[in-house]
């Protein structure tokens, strides 16, 4: 048992770089991996952004952050991605007061929810999911620029080899079911990383996304089933300190740069899906991405 714990909570970032005076969104980051992200970054000197829909439950969350590290520079900011004005409202707010963005984490998720929609009608997984952090990426990336070196790290998922992406039904009308949603979705930060990487060739931006493992969390509030399932697979689930790991490592090891677009799982390269691969789907998944959110094609 012992050893079978030990190779599932494998994979642990073993960067020591330090981070004074670079500046970090972590979306999400009033629970679970997302807040053990954003602790580590504040540890390492970093100014960091909770971005959260729930903003009294960010401020105990980042006022723990800043007794645990010492660090002050510890801020909540109001981002729901399930509303397009919220994520304009967010950066814009951002822009006006930062002149830096070195690493962004779009980590927040929803998971297996009963059919809902967005405030602009997408279907609730694919809208937060992937088009909520496709929007607040575009709408950053001039920063992230401008700051180069800079890094964005998408957290998808291994359920992401059971998606596809049905363009003729993107938000589930015709055909729904909670589980195949979350999976569509995460294929989807899978195709928008590999696209994004080729579009920033260069730039001095790389990005990677990342499959946590399977973390103890707060996602599988919606599924009684998943709850039990988790509970029979306690002893294998990571904490969210240890399924972190992954995103830090991409967040901060030096010399990633070359695997731009990549992969993770436990700190290393991982095998992605032939859907997840494939060219032609990562970018009309972008092109559509743009139309649905109201962006200029390039």
């Known amino acids: 048992m012992g050893l079978k714990v030990k190779m599932l ?3 642990v970032c073993t ?18 991996i997302g807040k053990e992200t954003a602790k580590e970054l504040a540890q390492r ?27 002050q520079q510890v801020l909540v900011r109001k981002l729901d991605l399930a509303d397009t004005k919220s994520i304009r409202a967010f950066a814009k707010d951002f822009l006006a007061e930062e002149r830096h963005l070195h690493i962004l984490i779009n980590n927040a998720g929803v998971m297996m929810c009963p059919y809902s929609k967005t405030a602009d009608g997408f279907e609730m997984h694919i809208g937060v999911n992937h088009l909520g952090h496709f929007l607040l990426t575009h709408l950053l990336l001039e920063k992230l620029k401008d700051s180069a070196p800079a890094r964005v790290v998408n957290v998808s998922s291994l359920a992401h080899h059971l998606g596809r992406i049905h363009f003729h039904d993107l938000h589930g009308e015709t055909f729904y079911s909670a589980g195949l949603a979350y999976c569509h979705s995460k294929l989807a930060n899978i195709l928008f990383t590999q696209e994004l990487a080729r579009r920033l060739k260069g730039s001095g931006v790389t990005t990677y996304s990342v499959h946590p493992g399977t973390v103890q969390s707060e996602l599988v509030r919606h599924s009684a089933a998943m709850r039990w399932m988790w509970w029979l697979f306690s002893p294998f689930i990571k904490t969210p300190q240890q399924g972190a790991q992954t995103s830090l ?28 691969r494939n060219e032609t789907v990562a970018r009309r998944l972008w092109d559509v991405s743009c139309d649905l959110l109201g962006l200029p094609m390039d």
């Open 9 to 11: 909570s494998s994979g």
């Open 15 to 32: 960067s020591t770089v330090q981070l004074p005076g670079k500046v970090a969104i972590v979306t999400g980051a009033n629970t679970g």
């Open 249 to 276: 490592h991409c967040a901060l090891t030096e010399g990633l740069e070359a695997l731009s677009g990549k992969h993770f799982s436990d700190c290393h390269v991982a095998w992605v899906s032939a859907q997840g």
């Open 45 to 71: 000197g970093a100014r960091v952004y909770l971005a959260c829909r729930d903003v009294p439950k960010g401020e105990v969350v980042a006022k723990e952050i800043q007794a645990t590290t010492g660090n």
